[in-house]
């Protein structure tokens, strides 16, 4: 039976975990913070045919962010597209499943890892598509840091030019990349008016709500129905590490992955407490019954970014403030209330 978006995005997760654990590979904060957003366009949106995964009426799909390949590996196996148990197989010599996203798994249309090339991809597809006369929609995620890129606004040119409205992009919005915070590498905002002045319709949403995500995915529907024939674009403010609160907001999670001890247990047992119904842990399927716990010795709750800290419970406010340097800086805000 097909899975709703919160039972996917939960296993999401959970192999997730796993995969990055075994393998010892990276980018689980990544991979949990476009989790809602992968599950929901793989139950609620895209159109597809796991048995026939080059179905020409399929809809097209590039996860731009390609670091991120264990979500899109678990939508897919999860979705019907080759055996779960492949998973386990994440990084291993000789997988399919690399590091990064391969086109050499079905379901899969565009090897990504390099960023910056997969909405240039995305709109020329979308283009040919349209050009034949098809129905096909075409959908790409991107990063937030990976909009540093040129290539991506060059592509963004492109499609409000040649009105390529068959296109949704959706940005994980998590203002982290891979060492720090956005706003400390090269700033993007403010973002929804820079799509806008590049002539796309923008959604601005709640990217780990998935009422918010469907209700953005129809908007977009509508919107590119519009006669001005606009490309469309998500904002989807998400939290890198959602789901593990360890991990969350936390850029050390960008490459660590979950080590045997406290911080595999405490990742299982903290996904396995959210665990929806009617699905199964694969791997853990009454839980972990006594998980190890992080000593005060532990490396947890610190603030690993460089100098700066961000609450993405403040977006309005943009709230960017120093932190006290290995004193858990993210407790100290400027002007927080808390
Ligand atoms: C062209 C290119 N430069 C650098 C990298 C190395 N890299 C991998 S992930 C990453 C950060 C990406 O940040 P973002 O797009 O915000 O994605 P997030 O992990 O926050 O979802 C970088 C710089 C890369 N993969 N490709
Ligand atoms: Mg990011």
Redesign the pocket.
Known sequence: MKKTSEQLAWLIRRHAVEMTHLSGGS?I??IM??ADIVAVLYSDVINYEPSKPKWEGRDRFILS?G??GASIYAALAESGFFPVEELKTHYANGSRLSGHVSHHLPGVDFST????HGLSAGVGMAYALKKSGRKENVYVVL????CN?GSVWEAALFANHFRVNNIVAIV?H?H???LDF?ENTLGIENFYDKWKAFGWNVIEIDGNNHDDLKRAFESAKGMAQESSHKPTIIIANTV?GYGVSFMQNDILW?YRFPHKGWEYDGAVAELYATKPENIQDPYTPYGIDNPVLPTDKDDIGNDHTFSYTWDTSYPEQMRRVEATPGAGGREHYINNEK
């Open positions: 980018h904060g990544a913070s476009v962010k670091h991120a890892g390099s960023l910056g990063g937030d840091g990976e890129e994980d998590n982290m990349q891979s956005n890198k960008h």
